[in-house]
């Protein structure tokens, strides 16, 4: 009997909806044609999330050379309080939310502050936003969970209006895969999508010894290379195409220039690859490039400088003593 009774309080606090995509976003077989049939070529950095490209990201967060994640974690467990004293949300929205592994920093800073927020995870996701949420209402007894299933790259208009404040949560350093202007557009849409009391807590990787970028990017174990070269298995499989993975290498650098890591796969040697359910062919020379991943690394003003064009204020900067990683709280400008 009371057994029973906990299950049913747990799945009272448990819900998950539908994001409904507000515009049409692009599909693999348009990327494809857009990015792949032209020079330079070119992918957007999401499609290496398949099921095993995100278990090789998980493995990557574990190898030594990838500093971000441990970094981050953290820095989110000294400050969690302070953002939670500071914001007093009665909502925490999470956008690409994954496992939920790092939010539960601010969770347990929720519980130090009697502060009983509501969690809505938003994931492309539903299996990963199910699993995340049946953990979280299960190990925090207060807490109530309703999964968002959607693509925030397709709007955030169909969110579920909140009443009472929230703040959003956006980390990770996934904002360093946009480009400089996409990465505007986006924070200046999530900016919209926010009333004058939400706050946005972002993570963002910031620009430090080249060295010690570059072998985050290329890490001994070669998980990075594995999942760099796992987008090859991802075309083979949605565009019928018939990439040799053996004949393409993994390529990480440092662009100075655009303060960016950026991922390529370089072909050894020439080749044709075909693409069936495109019906096209694609010739590659050696050594011809296909640019898989950006990675943008911010400086504490760079930062500041995106928040503001996106018409933030920020009202907390936190950092660890090398500055390796940011974490910032901002509101919307009025
Ligand atoms: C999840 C986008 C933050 O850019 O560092 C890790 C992805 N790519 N290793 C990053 C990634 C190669 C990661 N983000």
Known sequence: MELRARKDQVESRLNCQKVSPARDVSSLLDDVKQGLLQEPRRLPAKYFYDDHGSQLFDRICDTQEYYPTRTEDA?????????????????????????????????????????????????????????????????????????????????????????????????????????????????????ESMSEDDMLLMGADRVKDEDVLNAAYNDKEGVTAAFNLNLLNVLNR??????????????????????????????????????????????????????????????????????????????????PENNYFSLVLASPSS
Request: aromatic residues 10%; hydrophobic residues 40%.
């Open 75 to 191: 820095l989110l467990e000294s400050v969690a309080k302070d953002i939670i004293r500071h914001c007093q949300p009665e909502h925490l929205v999470e956008l690409g939310s994954g496992t939920s592994r790092k939010t539960r920093r601010l969770f347990d800073a929720c519980e130090a502050h009697d502060c009983t927020v509501k969690y809505w995870p938003f994931d492309v996701c539903e299996e990963m936003v199910k699993g995340a949420s049946a953990s979280l209402v299960d190990e925090y007894h207060w807490l109530d969970v309703n999964g968002l299933v959607g693509d925030y790259n397709a709007g955030l208009d169909h969110l579920p209006e909140l009443e009472g404040r929230s703040l959003y949560v956006f980390l990770g350093g996934t904002i360093g895969n946009f480009a400089y202007a996409e990465g505007v557009a986006f924070l200046t849409e999530l900016r």
């Open 238 to 319: 949605e565009v019928e195409a018939n990439f040799n993975s053996d004949k393409f290498k993994h390529h990480a650098f440092f662009n100075q220039e655009q303060s960016q890591i950026e991922m390529h796969l370089i072909a050894t040697e020439k080749q044709t690859v075909k693409l069936q359910a495109l019906e096209e062919e694609i010739l590659f020379e050696e050594g011809d490039s296909i640019l898989t991943e950006i990675s943008r690394k911010f400086t504490h003003s760079s930062l500041h400088e995106m928040l503001q064009e996106a018409g933030f204020v920020l009202s907390k900067h936190f950092s």
